[in-house]
């Protein structure tokens, strides 16, 4: 059985080879964020969190001092840095996010690096956040997009007990569904699901739809297991730097489903643009469900003379802002509080009155406040930011590009030009002298009185999942809009459990911002049954 200590050891000791390989090795690339520097935000965080004599050797090792954390001038991990927030407020003409957005742009997403992409990045990027911010990061816009989902109709079809794959739903297929007992009007169903796999896929169908249109989905098969190969196995690979003729089947095969979906966000962006001026679309595809997201930023790569093909690489990177934190998320959520002795009961009671259900067999969910579910369960809200807690691995990385003085535990310090500083939010979530306990899921931690009123309130305190400053997350209001509704529809409707009869929780492993489960959770899962 693998314990988190042991697989956290493990890492570190690859991580520390290939960083010493990497620093050796690493061509020496202007403005791109270097590999060996993902290596190290990795490892700063890993030692500083277990603290001990590894902690004691680095920070007698590091270049500077104070809340500055690395071995080199281009790079510097800030650890615990009281004025991080502002430092990542400054202007964009001193503090950049984006050599870090085009080093993901050609590493990762598959763009090809050349001095013109780049300057149509830099040049482009504002106007393509523009349609992004107006949708996922406005309270009213974020909660409309989400009501055209249907969470509770989509909730209602969480399992549909069928074993023939035709009649599934696209969120079951790759959840390996055993039907235990078929659902009759007789004897309700049971079923045996991999928890994680189920939900992820879930929350994809929920999201992308709204953004790509339907058609999109139902044209590409694979989308959702290329997504999450592409996720999961190649992103990380490629980010600490392992060439991509690595003779390893996990390269090949992610590399595989990386052209995959560079091929078909292609081909969408045809479409898009052809319904867009008006003519028709390749294949007959309906687009009358496209986004004005997706629109107003193909007028944007239209303005800024994108080819076809760019445009394709410059949505997978939205395709994955969307997808790639908010499902695994989604299921930690879900994972904590069915797990958690007690608390599935609490939370149906909380949100019973924002969640009316029908008296039908089965039953259904007649209507759903997505608004009040966000606004007036505290508790709720506080599983939620308790996920954040133990679950997200945020980190804010930016260039210096002006000289920045810095005011440093009573010390100035001058961040150079030319220097990427990076901020990991996620050492203050494991640090015991700011959560008790902070291995263990108390989502109470997260619920005060309010001053003024006494009623119970939920802040987030030091908690960062979305980043900080100017580059902070632009889909924060969706994403928790989302979790929120499919959480709480799941465990309004559905009964969940352990198929091995005990609750336990897989080991966690680093993610792509959150951390993954080493193994899935395979649970038995049934209609609720009303109390
Ligand atoms: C639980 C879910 C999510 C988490 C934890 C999360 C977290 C983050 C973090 C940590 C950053 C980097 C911030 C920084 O550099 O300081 C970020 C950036 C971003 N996220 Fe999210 N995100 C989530 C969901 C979403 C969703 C649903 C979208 C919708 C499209 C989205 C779009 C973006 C974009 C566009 C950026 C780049 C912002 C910029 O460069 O200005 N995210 N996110």
Known sequence: MVNSNNLYELIAVVLFTWLLYAVIFAPKKH?????????????????????????????????????????????????????????MSQSYHSISAGPVHYTLFTRVFGANDSPALKKKLEESYKSLLAPVERTYLNEAAAGAVIEKADVPKMAASFVTFSSNRKSMMRWELSA??????????????????????????????????????????????????????????????????????????????GLAARARLLDQMEALYRRIDQYQRG??????????????????????????????????????????????????VLFWLLAYTYSTPGLLERLREETAPHIKLSQAHPPEIKSMDIATLCRDCPLLKACLFETYRMSVEATSIRYITEPISIEDGGCKRELKSGMFISVPHSIIQRDSSVYADPDTFVPERFLEADPETGKPAVRYGKLKPWGMGTAMCKGRKFAEKEIVSAGAAILSLWDIDPASGTWKLPAMAPGTGVKKPVEDIRVVIKRRVSS
């Open 31 to 87: 403005n791109l964020f270097p590999v060996w520097a993902t290596i190290e935000v990795a490892l700063t965080s890993l030692i500083i969190s277990s603290g001990g004599f590894a902690r004691r050797i680095l920070l007698s090792i590091r270049r500077y001092g104070g809340s500055l954390v690395g071995l080199t001038s281009k790079h510097q991990v800030l650890v615990n840095f009281p004025g991080a927030e502002r430092l």
């Open 176 to 253: 390996a569904i055993r039907v235990i007992t078929p659902d009759t009007p007789d004897k309700p169903g049971v079923v045996e699901a991999n928890l994680q796999s189920l939900v992820r896929d879930f929350g994809f169908c929920i999201s992308t739809p709204l953004l790509y249109g339907q058609d999109f989905m139902d044209r590409y098969p694979q989308l959702l297991d290329d997504f999450w190969r592409f996720d999961n196995d190649l992103f990380p690979l490629l980010m600490i730097g392992l060439p991509k003729w690595a003779p390893l089947k996990i390269m090949k095969d």
């Open 279 to 328: 003519d028709s679309a390749d294949f007959g595809a309906d687009m009358s469900d496209i986004s004005n997201t997706a629109l107003e930023r193909n007028k944007v790569y239209e303005r800024e003379n994108w080819s076809i093909k760019d445009r394709g690489v410059g949505d997978l990177t939205l395709l994955w802002g969307l997808n790639a934190n908010t499902h695994p």
